[in-house]
Antibody
Framework: EVQLVESGGGLVQPGRSLRLSCAAS????????MHWVRQAPGKGLEWVSG????????AYADSVKGRFTISRHNAKNSLYLQMNSLKTEDMALYYC??????????????WGQGTMVTVSS | SYVLTQPPSVSVAPGQTASITCGGN??????VHWYQQKPGQAPVVVVY???WRPSGIPERFSGSNSGNTATLTISRVEAGDEADYYC???????????FGGGTKLTVL
């Protein structure tokens, strides 16, 4: 069964850091691009960052560029999101998402259930 | 930055056809994907690459894309189709993924 399981969310104060992880199983992880997509409570979907199969191309939304870093460890079938200088507007459910192909332009065909990040003092 | 515009809500009676639009500048030159999200659940792709349907998605779901508008069409709407629907494209110029604001489909 193809599965993505996120972890690492929680309550954090503004300005602090948090690292999200995503464990992938049921498919050949190193063949596919991976992404993080977030959804603030009651709001729409917002793409955060994406990384190609070999980490050759990485892209970020303007709202997180310079603060967040996406990475992957193909041997561990894992995706990460290092989030620094967190703001209240970063509070959201963060989804780990698989791309349909190895590059960033493909549709998102598998989604995890998400991990909640709460930013509050 | 590239913007996708969706109507906030669409209502349709059971058995009728729902059309959800997604507007963007020269959208027909891009590839559009559509996602369905039910309350408390993760999104699911229902149409990708403008008009392709993943396995397991009913034939009632179809897509088109031309000019400045892409459309998700749901035929013979059922109560279970009630959900939020999002369109999405890859903006190659800015190198980022873009989502529309979402459309809430209500089945009357």
């Amino acid at each position: 069964e193809v599965q993505l399981v996120e972890s690492g969310g929680g309550l954090v104060q503004p300005g602090r850091s948090l690292r999200l992880s995503c464990a992938a199983s049921g498919f050949r992880f190193d063949d596919y691009a991976m992404h993080w997509v977030r959804q603030a409570p009651g709001k729409g979907l917002e793409w955060v960052s994406g990384i190609t199969w070999n980490s050759g191309t990485i892209a970020y939304a303007d709202s997180v560029k310079g603060r967040f870093t996406i990475s992957r460890h193909n041997a561990k079938n894992s995706l990460y999101l290092q989030m620094n200088s967190l703001k209240t507007e970063d509070m959201a459910l963060y989804y780990c998402v698989k791309g349909l192909g190895g590059e960033l332009r493909h549709t998102f065909d598998i989604w995890g259930q998400g991990t909640m990040v709460t930013v509050s003092s | 930055s590239y913007v996708l515009t969706q109507p906030p809500s669409v209502s349709v009676a059971p058995g009728q056809t729902a059309s959800i639009t997604c507007g963007g500048n020269n959208l027909g030159s891009k590839t559009v994907h559509w996602y369905q999200q039910k309350p408390g659940q993760a999104p699911v792709v229902v149409v990708y690459d403008d008009y392709w349907r993943p396995s397991g998605i009913p034939e009632r779901f179809s897509g088109s894309n031309s000019g400045n508008t892409a459309t998700l069409t749901i035929s013979r709407v059922e109560a279970g189709d009630e959900a939020d629907y999002y369109c999405q494209v890859w903006d190659s110029g800015a190198r980022r993924e873009v989502f529309g604001g979402g459309t809430k489909l209500t089945v009357l």
